[in-house]
């Protein structure tokens, strides 16, 4: 009876220690609201560098050209 006791005992705390370490990757894998805030920042950032290279880019091909023909 004693063994069987204890391979019940080390059974539940194993089982335990397996479902401590799963639960929270399995519950809690959205981004917090700081890090959320974080993208949405950095995207919008990267929009506006993506808005502000665009024409400097076409002038820079434009006057490359232009300085060619000369």
């Known amino acids: 009876m004693n063994k069987k006791y204890v391979f019940f005992i ?3 705390i194993m089982l335990f220690v397996v479902i401590i370490f799963t639960f929270p990757t399995v519950c809690f ?3 917090p609201k700081l890090v959320s805030t974080l993208v949405d ?3 919008t950032i ?3 560098i993506i808005r502000i290279a665009t024409p400097a880019a076409a002038v820079a091909v434009r ?3 232009f300085y060619e023909k000369i």
Do not use: N, P, Q, T
């Open 10 to 12: 080390k059974f539940f």
């Open 29 to 31: 894998s959205a981004y």
């Open 41 to 43: 920042g950095f995207e």
């Open 46 to 48: 990267k929009d506006w």
């Open 63 to 65: 006057h490359r050209y």
